[in-house]
């Protein structure tokens, strides 16, 4: 029996504990395995990648010069990465995602794998790329692959060092650190990439730019080795979020050519029973010290702010950080609400320079505990221009404006700075073209001229505006009592990657009596509008609850008679 089948029968069956994502893949790969169709199993090219790792590179780190042996799983997963082939010897995966806790050996097993695809793919020419956020982390992983041609004879007589990457004159290969701040990536031809600690990306840019790089080569391959984050709505989610679809079978077109292997707990509530701690950590008590996950768990136990680090980092449960105002379980819901509603509350946060604005809409039924949202942002166009002029992949914020802008989530406003009519202009429109009376609009202030409040008043009534003050006289209570909805999952908001972004920036500040309020994280890039204006616009149904739901109950009973 080979390694990939050993391993993976047993995570199937149960003899390996693993999580239920491991259990998918397994019967995926072993049902591949029997019933071979386009692609089938080739133990020989499988073994040929194994064998080059185990017999020309060492441990870079610890003890200096002792060959790196595989682990079962390591070389499971490798062979099935690099064992499906076609009748041309052209691999079936081409794109594979590995989710697992920290310390389980990603780095070294990365550069060994570069390694490899440098010297024993049979490319000519092949460029490998160690791509990471930072320049920093990136270095990490190419530094391991010089440590690794050092300490080998055989590697170091024919990969040499150059000022910036490590070159195989035999084929013109070259390995190559990356990150999103490195100069001229354009032009690129990649057989190879590595993207090391997908989590910290905070947009998809670099990662799409990669993906696109690959398009001259047949037999190329992009791996992505990973801990979980606390960057939540970037490329990390979405890649997880499309595993999570193809392995429920809920792809439009099946990917045969993508390979997920999430290693995670299935339940948070694991964290504390060691027997479940292999789930998100296959190396545990081989690459990973047992000793060591022992302390972690143990000082998040007496120190609970500690907790979110454990959980992310060493058992890969989404979450976001201890200090910010909703926890990732809390604030996500992915409930799209079919419902149409004839009045609501709106609100809307605005900005005095070239940061974001946003209004939402607020919406409750009669006897439903349920409240939904609609929501809209906007952004100067100018700014993303500029971020576009000046080659900024990132963007502003490190957030993906573009693609929301054109996913509808969001508009553009001309210029430098929105004009504040916008959210005049978007109130009007729920009413003029979705039949989505606005009733009552809360605002603050501070934020809004004396001219364009006549106007509001002029249009939707003259007591539909509702003054509400940015601070924790006036949203303490209604943050409190927002997020026990949020905890009940009764906010639904079509799962709009915006405000979901905005929530998970938001931090509850609190003052000496308990009292809390809005704030942004440490980060100013992180943008916490559409979190505050979703917190006015709940408050507003507070105070206006009773006029509103008769409002509802008013045209229930009429349609009804109709």
Known sequence: MTEFESYFTQCYDGRIVACEKIKRVSEMLLEQFANPGEYHFDYDEACRHIDFIETFCNRPSGKLGVPLKLELFQKARYQAIFGFVDDNGLRQYNEALIIEGR????????????????????????????????????????????????????????????????????????????????????????????????????????????????????????????????????????????????????????????????????????WRDESCWIKANPGLGTIKSITYLREMVQKAIDDPSFLPTVM?????????????????????????????YDYCIGAFDAADSVDLNAAVAVCQRPGDNKIYIKSMFWIPEQVLK??????????????????????????????????????????????????????????????????????????????????????????SQPMKDLKAEFQDHNIVYDNNPVLKWNLGNLVAKSDINGNIQPVKTQDNRRRIDG????????????????????????????????
């Not at 998809?204 to 391959?221: E, K, S």
């Open 103 to 270: 310390k389980n050996g990603k780095t070294t097993e990365g550069a060994a794998v570069e390694l490899d695809m440098l010297c024993n793919d049979g490319e000519g020419a092949p460029q490998i790329y160690n791509v990471a956020t930072k320049k920093d982390q990136a270095q990490l992983g190419f530094n391991a692959a010089h440590k690794m041609v050092k300490q080998s004879p055989m590697l170091s007589k024919h990969i040499k060092k150059r000022a910036s990457d490590l070159y195989f004159p035999l084929n013109f290969g070259f390995i190559k650190a990356m990150a999103s701040n490195t100069n001229g990536l354009d032009g690129l031809d990649v057989h190879f990439a590595l993207l090391d600690e997908l989590a910290a990306m905070k947009n998809r840019d670099l990662y799409d730019l990669i993906r696109q790089a690959t398009g001259a080569r047949d037999n190329y391959l992009l791996l992505a080795i990973t801990t979980n984050g606390f960057i939540r709505g970037g490329i990390y989610d979405a890649q997880y979020r499309y595993a999570e679809k193809l392995l429920n079978n809920e792809l439009t077109e099946p990917n045969k050519r993508f390979l997920p292997l999430i290693y995670e707990l299935d339940n948070k509530n694991e």
């Open 312 to 340: 992310v980092k060493d058992f890969c449960v989404s979450e976001t950080s201890e200090a910010v105002w909703l926890r990732w379980e809390e604030l996500n819901n992915t409930e799209i609400n079919k419902v149409k």
């Open 386 to 475: 500029e971020a576009e002029r000046l080659g900024n992949r990132r963007e502003r914020d490190s957030a993906p404006y573009s693609l929301w802008v054109q996913q509808g989530y969001m508009r553009t406003c001309p210029g430098r700075k929105c004009d504040k009519r916008i959210f005049l202009e978007w109130f009007k429109e729920l009413r003029d073209t979705e039949q989505l009376y606005t009733v009552f609009i809360c605002y603050d202030p501070w934020h809004i001229s004396d001219d364009l409040l006549r106007q509001f008043k002029a249009e939707f009534g003259e007591n539909s505006m509702i003054p509400v003050r940015q601070g924790a006289i006036s949203l």
């Open 531 to 562: 979190g505050v204006a979703l917190i006015m616009g709940y408050k507003g149904l507070q105070d206006k609850k009773d006029q509103y739901i008769n409002l509802n109950e008013e045209c229930e009973e009429t349609l009804g008679d109709i």
